[in-house]
């Protein structure tokens, strides 16, 4: 058990930085839960002796190996928007989870404070009935962690400003925050030492990666080194199903020039490794739409070589209307709020769903199989 908090000095820049900004947090309380039973459910409550919580349930994790069915739910760039924003996909994503949804990958772009910290406490407001059920693992965006000052800062232990390359547009977007935020108000498995930012768990028969898109991903990187650690210790006789997530995508047609060429960078530092390792599907966000690709490899459709991209950076944030490139590998493509729903069949079939906010309706569906 700890307890700790922020203030606006522990930030990197304004207006983050600033008093007039700031909201004091309260403390924050972190509790740690050994000794489990698998596929338990557990009751709790939280706060004072003289003011507790309401009661709120969990139910512990599979063992890693059991080949139970189970699904969960995955999107990037929420924020607080009205319906059919973020405020119906959270609504939605509660009787998710009401029926049975394991948990929820969120890869990035999670309140879009930007800096004023009251928006923080709203968000949370906004994803707790949901949240409090199930485990909320969180990734990294560019609106949590991108800065230009203050880089001393930075808890991630970042040298300098952090990830600028030259052929990125790596800017401030976090206004400041410099993932000091995330880092005091989400606590993820911390055995690589680079949590919130990048680490793994493993839930039945899938091993799930979140990167972080916000820190140098290239060879060499200890990023990079660290995720060819945890992808040759799979065993995919436990865990045959390999997820990976992070914020900004590797494969996206929308025509932004600047992105689109981190997107090539990616595909440079990264494709080749996660195709070594068989990794499964991969999930992104950053783009306020969604797509999904054909099982691609190095810019064609392979469905021997190929691993499936899927961004589905629409859980509320305003879609953003741009042009398209040309490529071959786009599967599906649409402009709407909604979000992702994976559904691990067994140890060889895997169901992809976009599941659009406007109706509920399924917007695309495709199957993975090991053959």
Known sequence: FSSRTYNFTDMCGPPANTPRAFVDPGYLHDVLLTDLVPGTKYYYRFGSPSALSYIATFRAPPRPG????????????????????????????????????????HQGDLSYAVGYSYVWD??????????????????????????????????????GEGFHPPWGNYGHDSGGECGVPVFHRFHMPDHTGHQPWWYSFDYGSLHAIMLSTEHDFTPGSRQYDWLERDLRAVDKTVTPWIVVAGHR????????????????????????????????LALWGHYHSYERTCPVYKNTCDPLKGIVHVMVGSAGMFIAYAEKYDVPWSAHFELSYGYGRVTVSNESSLLWEYVRSLDGSVGDRVWLHHH
């Open 122 to 159: 709203q968000w949370m407001t906004l994803i707790e009935p949901y949240a409090s059920r199930v485990p909320y693992m969180v990734g990294i965006g560019n609106h949590e962690q991108d800065h230009l000052v203050g880089g001393k800062k930075d808890p991630s232990r970042d040298q």
């Open 66 to 105: 059991d080949k139970a069915s189970f699904s969960f739910l995955t999107y990037g760039d929420m924020g607080l928007t009205p319906p059919p924003g973020s405020q119906r996909v959270a609504g939605m994503l509660t009787k998710e989870v009401e029926e049975g949804a394991a948990f929820v990958l």
């Open 249 to 280: 995508p590797m494969y996206c047609s929308e025509d932004y020039p600047a992105d689109y060429e981190v997107t090539l960078h990616m595909q440079q530092a990264l494709e080749d490794l996660l195709h070594e390792y068989r990794v499964d």
